[in-house]
């Protein structure tokens, strides 16, 4: 089903919408929320209303959470009820959901819910735009972040796909799911960009049947490294025939990936994705292995210092190239957040690149405004702590610990760690007493932990 944008709204309802919007410039969401409800209920297709009144719930609720035993977020009463509703009217229930999500934008149930009802009144977008809030705000949350992955993969968008499945695999690393749907997507969106759906023979697309072979062969896991070398070279004498041709330059890419030999990979990736007209699975591709190249060389460089310690040329070159990791680090999650402003996640990564590029002044905006999201909160708190401590502001400092601290009811390692930091800052600021309390919580549970027993028994003595 079409959208409806802004300029087909009629006259009654476009002036409510300017009204919202205006409220929106003057840093007042709480106003603007009545305002476009009753335009989503007339026009539920209007996704950019819904994207906007999103944000001010979002907004409004802050880091207001509904949680359940063990972290987890509960459906609550409200959403239940709805479920049984959608099954019988599914349009009149879309607005009532909206209104329960005015409390609680970020509950995964009603978002989820909100998701099938627009399935069923084929509003397609939308039910994709109610899974990303889910991805926004609760990146814990495998089921319905498969869920995505899965929907666009069913509605033929490979490339997000590939996205979501990349998204699930930076926050769960260890989900094999995850990895081969993203190996999985990534081929389909190449595919398609190729039109290769369109033929139903891939190797017809192959100049002749070596090269379907060939392709096969490097496609195999468990070469030894002398195997690969070989095809390396032989590809190479393909790819000096014919530079322009996209799957020898991807089949070379593989090659040098598998050799690790991460600086090649990297350049023929780049080519790669030069030669295929924008293929989003090989820019991401590309700058993944360009990050495993950067990596791999302060690896090395930090070996031969290792090796080497009395170089002082080597040292240099060291602390040299880890200022320009960190710069880097800073430059690409800017790009990041540019690309996504309101992503908490993103925002959390730029505060921590460029709390440890040593700009404390600059992270603090940034993990201040990733608390908004629940499920990061704690070591959002925990970094900003250490942010304001940096600048000496230690009972600022103090204050983000016992937010977090307060969130915590297990004391598990997350919580030792921020008890062991606000001990230290206690012991920073000359509250001896203090900072010995959270030592010995620690103390009472974990003998072993860091130096707690040497420092609460020390106290006895």
Known sequence: M????????????KKYWLKAITAIESNNPGYAMPLIQPI???FPEFLEGRKVLRKCQLQ????????????????GMAAMKLQSQAKKDPAATLPLIEKELDKDPANDSLNDLLHEVCLKLGFMETAAFALET?????????????KLAEFYLNNDDPEKAYDTFNFIIKHHPTDGKALKGAKDASARASMQKQKWDENSDMRSLLRNKEESEALEKASRTGLTREQLEERRDAVIEKYNADPNHLGTAKELALLYEQLEDWHNAHTFYEWAH???????????????IKDRALEADLTNLEAAVAADPD?????????ARRQDRLKEQVAEAKQRVDQNPTDPQLRYDLGRALYNAGDHSAAIPHLQQAT???????KVLLLLARAFKAKSMFDLAIKQLTDALADLSTMDGTKKEILYEKGMTHDEMGDKDAALDCFKQIYEVD?????????VESSYS
């Open 2 to 13: 079409p959208l409806v944008t802004e300029k087909e709204l009629p006259a009654n309802l």
């Open 40 to 42: 989503l209920a007339e």
């Open 60 to 75: 409004v609720a802050g880091g207001e959470k509904k949680r359940g035993l063990f972290g987890m977020k509960t459906p």
């Open 134 to 146: 889910v991805r926004q705000t609760n990146p814990q949350n495998l089921k319905l972040l498969h």
């Open 274 to 288: 030069s030669l295929s007209n924008g293929d989003v699975a090989l820019a991401t591709k590309a700058a993944e």
């Open 311 to 319: 170089n002082e040329e080597l040292k240099a070159q060291l602390d």
């Open 372 to 378: 908004r999201n629940p499920h990061i909160r704690t």
């Open 447 to 455: 003998y072993g932990y860091r130096d707690v027993a040497q420092r």
